[in-house]
Every structure is written in structure tokens, then in C-alpha cells.
T-cell receptor, first 118, second 114 residues
């Protein structure tokens, strides 16, 4: 149980284009999902908290107009990188809690999406 | 603010030897502490957690961690390392009560040498 998927696993795009990354909770409902960004050989940086049916809460220093988050349902959150530039190249990971299970303290992570902007 | 620190970027250990990956924390209130492991180009996998109770926590793949309140530490340990344990290990703390996110240490790369 508590499986989180991401799609795509890998994407290469041209500079200036937009890319959408999907995060799904496959066997549980997630009112809240978290988006992280991981730079090579570095830690995970929390980008934002995605709330179902409401606006995302962004961490300080994260551009909300560049990283658009939509949490349209209890099982889907999307991260859209708008007007992508090479410096946006990174590994993006989403996460969620299965709040109604016996493992509510844990966060379950998706497999990540490798974004490369040329 | 809640935070964790992993003082070592890299830990090397010979296969069969015990391993320790260090983590110290800074929290207000009761700490909710976690260890995750990441294999190349993969998401994070949960290893173990400390919420309350016994200071020695046992987790997946033979790993354990000891919560030490006086030293504000939560070191990850394994009695006998395997080559397959080579990965990136993250210590994390929950940022607050309720459905708040985990914040992570910078990670420690463990290399187990045959």
C-alpha cells in the first residue's frame, strides 16, 4: 500500500517551453502532497506543499509563477515548470502521506522525474 | 525551526563491518525523526522512524537507529554492512505537528567496499 507514482520519469525539453509533471497516489487519498527538488549530489529541497482544492503553499525563494502546482483531486497533483531554462534542470520528487493509515507519520515518495532543459 | 544535520558527506566501510551514519537534530518540542535511503535515480525509501518509546528503533534491511535526547542525535547503524547497502542516506525531521512536510539533512553517501 501507499504507492506514489510520477509521470514522466524523464523529460528533455527546449529552453522556453513548459513541462508538466504528474504525481499520483495510487492506493490512497492524499489531501496534501509535497514537492521537492534535488540537485545533483545534494539534498532534497522542499519547494511547496500542495493542498487539494486550494492554493499551494510555496517555500521561501521558490517562484510560484514559475512552478505552478495544481492539486485537482485527492489522488493527483501536478507541477508545471513554465518557461523552463537550463537552471531548472533537476530531479523533482513528490511525496504524500496516507493520513488515514497506520503509517500516517511517514511520507511516501514518488520515483522522481528527471528534467533536462536544453 | 526544525532541522537536521548530517556531518559526513561520505562514509566508507568494508563489507561485513559495522556502519554508522550520523545525524543530529534541532527541534522545538518532541522530535519526529526519520531515515530514508535513495538509490541512483530513484525516489526515497523509508527505513525507520522515531516518534516515541524505545530509544533503539529497528527498521528495514537490518538497519537500526538510536535516539539520544541528551546528545540530540539519531545515528543510523547496521551491525554488518553489505555492498548492496551502498546508497545515499537521508535523515529527516517533521517540520511541525500535523500534516507538515519532512525537512532533510544534506545526505550521506555510504560506500560499502567488498
Amino acid at each position: 500500500g501507499a504507492v506514489v507514482s510520477q509521470h514522466p520519469s524523464r523529460v528533455i525539453c527546449k529552453s522556453g517551453t513548459s513541462v508538466k509533471i504528474e504525481c499520483r497516489s495510487l492506493d490512497f487519498q492524499a489531501t496534501t502532497m509535497f514537492w521537492y527538488r534535488q540537485f545533483p549530489k545534494k539534498s532534497l529541497m522542499l519547494m511547496a506543499t500542495s493542498n487539494e482544492g486550494s492554493k499551494a503553499t510555496y517555500e521561501q525563494g521558490v517562484e510560484k509563477d514559475k512552478f505552478l502546482i495544481n492539486h485537482a483531486s485527492l489522488t493527483l497533483s501536478t507541477l508545471t515548470v513554465t518557461s523552463a531554462h537550463p537552471e531548472d534542470s533537476s530531479f523533482y520528487i513528490c511525496s504524500a502521506r496516507d493520513w488515514w493509515s497506520g503509517r500516517a507519520d511517514e511520507q511516501f515518495f514518488g520515483p522522481g522525474t528527471r528534467l533536462t532543459v536544453l | 525551526a526544525q532541522s537536521v544535520a548530517q556531518p559526513e558527506d561520505q562514509v566508507n566501510v568494508a563489507e561485513g563491518n559495522p556502519l554508522t551514519v550520523k545525524c543530529t537534530y534541532s527541534v522545538s518540542g518532541n522530535p519526529y525523526l526519520f531515515w530514508y535511503v535513495q538509490y541512483p535515480n530513484r525516489g526515497l525509501q523509508f527505513l525507520l522512524k522515531y516518534i516515541t518509546g524505545d530509544n533503539l528503533v529497528k527498521g528495514s534491511y537490518g538497519f537500526e537507529a538510536e535516539f539520544n535526547k541528551s546528545q540530540t542525535s539519531f545515528h543510523l547503524k547496521k551491525p554488518s554492512a553489505l555492498v548492496s547497502d551502498s546508497a545515499l542516506y537521508f535523515c529527516a525531521v517533521r517540520r511541525g505537528a500535523g500534516n507538515t512536510p519532512l525537512v532533510f539533512g544534506k545526505g550521506t553517501r555510504l560506500s560499502v567496499i567488498a
